[in-house]
């Protein structure tokens, strides 16, 4: 496992894993290559993770050049196959239908710079398929579910929700596929994926509605009151990113353009390929969130069932992680 950083860095994810690291960046072609001798297959995961329009430079290099620099490597060390973790948001929108792997993806609509660069990255991967290597890619839909470490931003969310600082939310919704069934996805496709195939993991999709009541049943804390006009949340949303960019260049909007786009999209996917060719068969989003409700109460970012403690949300890290947030 590539871990971003030295000897010195503990990710506290990895505690008890009974996994060979080394130390790198995916930005780093020689380390990466360190990284992939020696292996048979290999599962590429990380991404840095984004729904705002900055840091562009940095998304791209390692979204799109940390991939190419996996990919190389795999090729270059007789690697027999490798999975990469795609993304929902770089699959093509089919109107008044649910979206399949095949729908082109139309790239002068507006996209932040995260969902432009996993288009690139899957198009490295096809890339390196015409050219010989066994990839398949994986596609994520926004990600629930334990040892969410980051937190990513569903799982701030849900801490906020448990702590009620959520005050108000806004209609939308979307397709979540539970960190379980993400897992079993990709081990599934590492298994019986097709060279060159994407395939679409989601668990199910659900409404904002839907979600808040699934949360206000596990943390044991009524929904917000309040409920926000989408389209009034995204005219604000608009003005606030360069303004919060500028005076709190560190802090993390709930909701941001990108992320209201998103939601307001409602769009659905479409699984059949990991169904058919996969034998994909998820569980439920109610599962995924009680899931990491437990897992927090254990880290004691949450004090006990139906009791949530305010403390301190840990600072969200800027270096390639599981993909885990709106895609």
């Known amino acids: 496992m590539l871990v971003r950083g030295d000897r010195a860095v503990r990710p506290p994810a990895l505690e008890g894993l009974a996994v060979e690291r080394a130390f790198g960046d995916l930005r780093d072609a020689e380390a990466v290559h360190r990284a992939v001798e020696g292996c048979d297959r290999v599962f590429h995961c990380a991404a840095q993770v984004?729904?705002?329009?900055?840091?562009k430079q940095e998304i791209y290099r390692t979204n799109v050049l940390g991939t190419r620099n996996v990919l190389v490597a795999a090729r270059r060390t007789g690697v027999t196959r490798v999975v990469a973790t795609g993304s929902f948001g770089a699959t093509g929108e089919a109107p008044g239908r649910p979206s399949a792997e095949d729908q082109p993806f139309y790239p002068f609509s507006r996209h932040a710079p995260y969902t432009m660069s996993k288009v690139?990255?899957?198009?490295e991967c096809l890339r390196a398929a015409a050219e010989g290597l066994d990839v398949v890619i994986a596609a994520s839909t926004a990600i629930i579910g334990p040892h969410d470490y980051a937190p990513s931003r569903m799982g701030r969310l849900l801490l906020d929700f448990a702590h009620g600082r959520l005050r108000a939310y806004l209609p939308g919704g979307f397709e979540f596929v539970s960190v379980r069934d993400l897992v079993q996805g990709h081990?599934?496709?590492?298994?019986?994926?097709?060279?060159g195939r994407k395939y679409l993991l989601s668990t199910q999709f659900r409404t904002v509605d839907e979600?808040?009541?699934?949360?206000?049943?596990?943390?044991?804390v009524p929904k917000p009151s309040l409920r926000i006009p989408a389209g009034l949340m995204a005219g604000v949303a608009e003005l606030a990113e360069p303004v919060l960019s500028m005076v709190a260049p560190g802090r993390h909007a709930r909701f941001t353009p990108a992320a209201i786009r998103f939601l307001r999209s409602r769009r659905r996917a479409d699984c059949s390929r990991a169904f058919d060719e996969l034998g994909y068969r998820p569980t439920g989003i109610a599962e995924a969130v009680e899931?990491?409700?437990?897992?927090?109460?254990?880290?004691?970012?949450?004090?006990?069932?139906?009791?949530?403690r305010p403390a301190p949300l840990p600072r969200v890290r800027t270096a390639p992680a599981v993909t885990a947030d709106v895609p």
């Open 187 to 195: 081990l599934l496709a590492m298994r019986h994926g097709r060279p």
């Open 120 to 123: 690139l990255a899957e198009h």
């Open 211 to 220: 979600l808040m009541d699934i949360y206000s049943s596990v943390c044991g």
């Open 291 to 308: 899931e990491a409700y437990a897992c927090f109460v254990r880290r004691r970012l949450i004090d006990r069932p139906g009791h949530a």
């Open 50 to 55: 984004s729904t705002t329009s900055g840091a």
